[in-house]
């Protein structure tokens, strides 16, 4: 897991992404979610190759149930980009690393 992955939960998914300096790219997911694990290594890959331009956080959607309920999130992984506190797009589902960094790219 890269150090420079952010680990957000509910208490503190204000501070570290409402009112982030930067984009946060934010991953709900879960221990036991096959998805889940296939996408880590491509946030990993993220993190570094956008380095200062983009935040990227992970939250436990089993720790952590406040959050996703509060964005109706329904399946994991789900990859909500942030934007000055806004919820500018989302993602369900694994994508490889070149949709995620489509999707980052468009959304920017």
């Known amino acids: 897991m890269s150090d420079l ?10 501070a570290d992404v409402i009112k982030s300096g930067k984009p946060v790219l934010l991953d709900f997911w879960a ?28 939250l436990n959607v089993d720790d952590h149930q406040e959050t996703p309920m509060k964005f109706g999130v329904r399946g994991i992984p789900t990859l ?21 960094s489509a999707f980052l790219d468009s959304n920017l």
């Open 5 to 14: 992955i952010k680990h957000v939960s509910d208490a503190s998914f204000e």
């Open 31 to 58: 221990e036991w979610c096959g998805p889940c694990k296939v996408t880590a290594p491509v946030l990993d890959e993220i993190s570094k190759d956008y380095g200062d331009r983009l935040q990227v956080a992970k």
């Open 80 to 100: 909500m980009l942030f934007k000055d506190g806004v919820l500018k797009a989302q993602k369900i589902g694994a994508l490889t690393k070149s949709q995620l």
